[in-house]
């Protein structure tokens, strides 16, 4: 594995994270396997098939996870909050290094998938390990999410996604973080993630043309969410403007 430098990361520091980084590696089939298994879990429960469109897997890159760990020392030392991370507090500090990604249509299914998720966890023994949360930049879906029991969180590089971060009943050490978003913020999650991580890109035209991507992957996700209401709308007006048909009265 190619070992990066950082900038103003003394050679100990940069010593304990690619050792972190290594021991990573020794776990990552088991984190592999654990990972799959939360995938079936929720991809074939009964509820969770009538509303999610479709879900990804992975675990991550040990080259995109020691960028990570080098951009996380760096904002230590320019003065966050943050502890130092080490091969001991490695798991309890990062908890993405397997994701599970659920992708539907239109927000307003978070209302369904939000309670069907904490079924599949409660029935298959995982713990919540922490709170689930909802990164958003468009503060207007704040107050649904807030209805459906979701904190919301902004984030100012314009991501949105909801998340959870699961621990496995054999190995609760070893957490999963699940992402569920629609698909329209998937695009945009998709690009972003291309170019501009491990490392934010620095290309100023890069970064605008995220930034309209995100507005555009909004738009879509708003004008999805007024498609299925309308249909909703229009499915119960039918009904209710059907004629009794039942003879006796």
């Known amino acids: 594995m190619a070992k990066k430098s950082g900038k103003n990361i003394s050679k100990p520091r940069m010593r304990a994270l690619n050792a972190a980084v290594s021991y990573y590696e020794t776990l990552r089939m088991d984190f592999d396997r654990l990972g799959r298994k939360l995938l079936m879990?929720?991809?074939?429960?009964?509820?969770?098939?009538?509303?999610?469109?479709?879900?990804?897997?992975?675990?991550?890159?040990?080259?995109?996870?020691?960028?990570?760990?080098?951009?996380?020392?760096?904002?230590?030392?320019?003065?966050?909050?943050?502890?130092?991370?080490?091969?001991?507090?490695?798991?309890?500090?990062?908890?993405?290094?397997?994701?599970?990604?659920?992708?539907?249509?239109?927000?307003?299914q978070m209302a369904e998938i939000h309670p069907a998720i904490k079924a599949v966890a409660k029935r298959e023994n995982y713990e919540l390990a922490e709170e689930p949360v909802v990164f958003i930049w468009d503060t207007e879906s704040e107050e649904f999410f807030r209805r459906v029991g979701i904190t919301a969180r902004t984030r100012p590089e314009m991501y949105t996604s909801v998340h959870y971060v699961l621990a496995p009943p054999n190995r609760p050490e070893m957490r999963i973080?699940?992402?569920?978003?629609?698909?329209?913020?998937?695009?945009?999650?998709?690009?972003?993630?291309?170019?501009?991580?491990?490392?934010?890109?620095t290309s100023l035209a890069c970064n605008e043309q995220l930034k309209v991507l995100a507005r555009i992957a909004s738009g879509c996700t708003r004008l999805v969410d007024s498609i299925f209401r309308s249909d909703a709308e229009h499915k119960n007006m039918q009904v209710t403007a059907r004629p009794d048909e039942n003879p006796g009265n």
């Open 41 to 108: 879990d929720l991809t074939e429960d009964e509820k969770l098939r009538e509303l999610v469109h479709s879900s990804k897997y992975r675990t991550k890159d040990p080259e995109h996870l020691l960028a990570k760990l080098n951009r996380k020392e760096r904002e230590r030392i320019e003065g966050a909050d943050r502890e130092k991370i080490t091969e001991g507090n490695l798991l309890s500090e990062v908890h993405d290094l397997a994701g599970v990604r659920l992708l539907h249509l239109h927000t307003s």
């Open 177 to 201: 973080e699940l992402q569920v978003r629609t698909l329209m913020e998937e695009v945009w999650g998709e690009v972003s993630h291309t170019i501009d991580y491990p490392e934010p890109t």
